[in-house]
């Protein structure tokens, strides 16, 4: 895994976007790279910003969430509303960029965090949650986030401590650098597999032993299974005497059952024969009366119906009569409303030639009324047409008024035609359409030459103003060298000064070490440092001077604020001749710019006629459009006198068309007042052709009644004169009262249905009579001579019996099942807890090697072989390092601390606590490295950032140290980076990453080589 390039923007003091491209010159040139600048710049920024983009994280806090960034002000750069990191990595999958970012809501609200990586070759994003892409980056490097800071980036400050630790606290801190917590985690559970399956034979020994305490004694089993025997044998012979007594009490039952039926029908017999009676009182002479007839039931309605159609033709007759009187008045009201209307006397055979003559002869003279109005509107049309652009609304029943109005319209159209030609006579009115052109085109111009010229005005009033602003910036910045001077004076008096007050109290602590071993002096004891025994200056000690420290604070705060006084006036003057410089090139800009658009302003408008003559742009526009105004008010005058004369012959020939219209409608009102005169003659002729049909018509209806009649009248005589002779033999004495008689056929058919109902019934319920008695004796001869009340009581009481012993039994068998069933789980789990045995042991046999509660055993023994490893590839790098000290694990009787043989003193053991801090700084980079070695092992790493501890080094030490580290660069082609303050390394290093401040806190980022 390889870091290409880092992005970022606004994280922590580096405001603003920056970039640092590893694959890019100088970086590529072979080298080591140094990240350099004061304290607070941003130099582990720079890391975090790396750690922030591949996995949400950085060393210094926990997981990055939008909470935790507003409670710790971290990552975003104050006053700043977005931050943004980005790293681009080659690994084996290819090359890959991977960003976090985060912003501020228009609320002033922090949004969450986004995340996402992409592939460099196509820019294509992979789908992936947020919240997945730290684990697909992990994936992709083969690191996770712990193994990524101690192998990518290394901070020393752990390896010194992990070489000083005790040893119950080495694992704990091995584990945490290596990331090997794994086997911690074994051992636990190993240790949890082992006590669950324990747990789980426990379980079951117990419920072997419940299962056991259930069991029957032998004797309990055979006296229970001897007893449910017999219980079995008595619930049997009960069954059998309740079957036997219940069949006696169900055919007692049944013996009342059927005496109870045979009552029931017995009274539905006696009802139905009432029933009967009743219906031959009421029903049984009519119907007799009707069978004495119904022989001659259809001879009787056709006499009937004959009567009835004799009666009705007679009726029709005397409505025609009545019709015809009535059609022959209409008639003869309609001759007479004829000759009123055409004004002459008409008779039956002219009246409809009259009417068509006068119908014609009153069509005509409408048609020529019709012609005049057409031609009266097309002429009015016209007129509109011609005067539409005049104000003049034509009058069409006043032609007198319209022709004045026209003639004062013409006159005052002359009127102003000879003033404007008066008027203008600098303008060309031979050709109005030209000249109208031409000074459409000239206002145009001059409108846009007045706004260009409002342009300049401008660019001259900013010109102004940027030579106002610059002689007010030269004045400010006349003051300023002289209060930095102040400023910078008083930084260094009160610089030095705390100098000589810190050197004062180094003195003081000093003696104060000296005194306080004073203070602890016992007469009789030995001191410490000269073995006497008596301690005369123990006493009267004298007190400790405490103004010290306040002049010390004091003074300290007097340099703080002279030194942000000196800051503030630096940045302040450097802002002001910044602006100055800004306000000059502005000027430069604006004058160009300026000349620019002058020249271009005098090209385009100097060539404008007339121009001169007026003040400004805008007057001469004026001027423009009032002679445009003057062409359009002549051009409209025009068009007004050749309206008008056009329109005055036309209404003369208006006004002629109008009385002769007037004349055809007095000769028309003279002949025919109505309003549609072939609506009123095609009344009258429809009326009379409809008479004179009706008159045809009723005269033949009325002759076929008459035939029609004369039939049915003898025919209904014949019928009389048979029927009369049969009804009187039969009883009837008339037709009438035979009629009468005779009922209809579905009254007929329903007291018949009715009779024959009854009958049936009668017939059947003698039927179940006879059948009922008959099962009635058959069920006595079976009946026994005991009370059905007996009976059932006998039946209770076995049944009782029964389902007490039914209950008896089913314990009984239940107990019995149930020590079976218990035989069988005991067999079953005796089973069971022989096979898990077989099983557990490999789990016994690891928790005994390996398993513990807290997985100390199996994390003690794994740390220390991590240890060896890690100690054996350390070695390594400390002999490129140094050819003194090798690093080596402590004996028994030895300190818990490591070890370091000191080869220059043949071999010696020494505690690593009694190495100085460049050894110490030594022990831990080979460290640091080695752990980077053990995690390339399964991947390949080619960036290393290296933080501080440089500083504690000698002159030569450093000087190895640094050809070592740039051995290991050239021999794996690594990028390596090392933060540092050491002004020789800064010097032995030309690539560097240089980390500056400025007066507000921020910093700048410049790469250097």
Request: net charge neutral; glycine share 4%; hydrophobic share 35%.
């Amino acid at each position: 895994m390889k870091i290409l390039k880092v992005e970022f923007q606004n994280i922590n003091a580096l405001k603003g976007k920056h970039e640092i491209d590893f694959s890019t010159y100088p970086f590529t040139s072979g080298a080591l790279f140094a990240i350099t600048g004061p304290t607070g710049s941003g130099k582990s920024s720079i890391l975090d910003v790396i750690s922030l983009a591949l996995f949400n994280n950085i060393p210094r806090i926990d997981r990055i969430s939008k909470g935790e960034i507003v409670k710790t002000g971290a990552i975003i750069t104050r006053s700043q509303k977005e931050a943004m990191a980005a790293v681009t990595y080659q690994c084996n999958a290819g090359k890959f960029r991977s960003e976090w970012q985060i912003s501020t809501a228009r609320t002033g609200n922090l949004r969450e965090y986004d995340m996402q990586i992409s592939k460099v070759e196509t820019g294509a994003l992979l789908d992936l949650k947020k919240s997945e892409v730290p684990e697909k980056n992990e994936m992709l490097i083969g690191l996770n986030y712990n193994q990524f800071i101690k192998s990518v980036l290394l901070a020393q400050g752990e390896f010194a401590r992990f070489l000083k630790a005790k040893k119950e606290e080495r694992g704990e801190l091995l584990e945490k650098i290596t990331g090997t917590g794994i086997y911690r985690k074994l051992g636990i559970l190993a240790f949890q597999k082992h006590k669950s399956v324990n747990l789980e034979i426990e379980s079951r020994q117990n419920r072997l032993e419940a299962l056991k305490d259930q069991l029957l004694n032998e004797d309990d089993f055979k006296e229970s299974s001897a007893s449910l025997k017999v219980k079995e044998k008595r619930e049997k012979n009960l069954q059998e005497a309740l079957e036997k007594i219940d069949k006696n009490i169900e055919l007692k039952k049944n013996i009342e059952h059927r005496l109870q039926e045979i009552n029931h029908t017995e009274k539905q017999k006696n009802q139905f024969e009432i029933d009967l009676k009743d219906f031959q009182e009421q029903y049984g002479k009519p119907l007799l009366e009707h069978e004495k007839i119904e022989d001659l039931a259809e001879e009787l309605r056709d006499w009937n119906l004959l009567k009835r159609e004799i009666e009705e033709i007679k009726s029709e007759t005397e409505k025609i009569n009545s019709q015809q009187e009535k059609n022959r008045n209409n008639l003869t009201n309609i001759l007479q409303a004829t000759s009123v209307l055409i004004a002459e006397e008409v008779n039956q055979e002219n009246i409809l030639d009259k009417l068509s003559a006068f119908q014609k002869k009153i069509t005509g003279i409408q048609e020529e009324i019709r012609a005049k109005l057409q031609h009266f509107k097309a002429i009015a049309n016209q007129i509109r047409t011609e005067t539409r652009s005049l104000d003049f609304q034509l009058n069409e029943k006043s032609p007198d008024t319209n022709r004045e109005a026209l003639l004062k319209i013409k006159t005052k159209a002359e009127t102003t035609i000879s003033k404007i030609s008066d008027y203008g006579k600098h303008i060309d009115f031979s050709d109005t359409a030209k000249e109208k052109e031409y000074l459409k085109q000239q206002a145009e111009m001059a409108r846009k030459a007045g706004r260009e010229q409002d342009q300049l005005n401008t660019l001259s009033e900013e010109i102004n103003k940027s030579k106002t602003e610059q002689k007010s910036y030269q004045l400010e910045l006349k003051s300023w060298p002289k209060q930095i001077k102040e400023a910078r004076m008083n930084r260094d008096l009160y610089h030095e000064r705390l100098e000589k007050l810190k050197l004062q109290q180094q003195h003081q602590l000093l003696q104060a070490k000296f005194e306080e071993q004073r203070h602890i002096l016992d007469n009789g004891k030995p001191c410490p440092l000269c073995g006497a025994i008596e301690h005369p200056f123990a006493k009267n000690l004298p007190a400790k001077d405490i103004s010290l420290d306040k002049k010390i604070a004091e003074t300290e705060k007097l340099l703080n604020q002279w030194n942000a006084k000196f800051t503030s006036l630096k940045t302040q003057e450097e802002t002001l001749q910044n602006n100055l410089k800004k306000w000059k090139m502005q000027e430069v800009e604006l004058q160009e710019n300026l000349k620019k658009v002058q020249e271009d302003f005098d090209n385009k408008y100097n060539r404008l006629t007339g121009r001169k003559a007026y003040e400004n742009w805008e007057d001469f526009y004026t001027r423009l459009q009032q002679e445009l105004n003057l062409i359009e008010e002549l051009e409209a005058a025009k068009n007004q006198k050749n309206a008008t004369e056009t329109a005055l012959p036309l209404l003369e020939n208006l006004q002629q068309t109008l009385l002769l219209g007037k004349e055809l409608r007095a000769k028309l009102e003279n002949l025919y007042s109505g309003d549609n005169i072939g609506a009123d003659i095609g009344d009258l002729s429809k009326k009379w052709i409809s008479g004179q049909e009706k008159k045809k018509q009723l005269l033949e209806n009325k002759k076929n009644l008459q035939e029609k009649n004369k039939g049915k009248e003898t025919k209904f005589t014949q019928l009389e004169n048979t029927l009369l002779p049969q009804l009187e033999e039969r009883g009837f004495p008339t037709i009438n009262n035979a009629r009468k008689a005779l009922m209809p056929e579905a009254q007929t058919a329903s007291l018949r249905n009715r009779r024959k109902e009854i009958d049936d019934k009668i017939t059947a319920t003698k039927s179940s009579l006879e059948i009922l008695q008959k099962q009635f004796k058959e069920y006595k001869k079976h009946d026994i001579n005991i009370e059905r009340q007996e009976l059932e009581s006998d039946f209770q009481k076995k049944k009782q019996e029964k389902a007490e012993i039914a209950e008896a039994c089913k314990d009984l068998f239940s107990k019995l099942s149930n020590h079976k069933q218990n035989q069988k789980s005991i067999e079953k789990i005796q089973e069971e807890i022989a096979e898990t045995e077989k099983k557990i042991r490999p789990w016994r046999l690891l928790n005994e090697l390996i398993g513990d509660a807290k997985g100390k055993i199996f994390n003690d023994y794994a740390q220390n072989l991590s240890l060896s490893r890690l100690l054996y590839l350390a070695n390594v790098r400390l002999a490129d390092l140094s050819d003194r000290y090798k690093i080596d694990k402590p004996n028994d009787e030895e300190d818990d601390a490591l070890v370091a043989i000191d080869e220059h003193m043949g071999g010696q053991r020494r505690s690593v606590k009694t190495l100085s801090g460049g050894e110490t700084f030594l022990l831990s980079l080979s460290m640091a490295l080695a752990l980077s070695d053990m995690a390339s092992q399964n991947v390949e790493i080619n960036s290393l950032f290296i933080d501080e501890g440089f500083g504690t080094l000698d002159p030569e030490t450093l000087d190895q140290t640094l050809d070592t580290l740039e051995k290991l660069q050239a021999e794996s082609s690594k990028t390596i980076g090392i933060i540092s303050h050491v002004e020789s390394l800064k010097e032995r290093i030309a690539t560097q990453i240089q980390l500056k401040r400025n007066g507000q806190g921020y910093s700048s980022l410049e790469i250097k080589a």
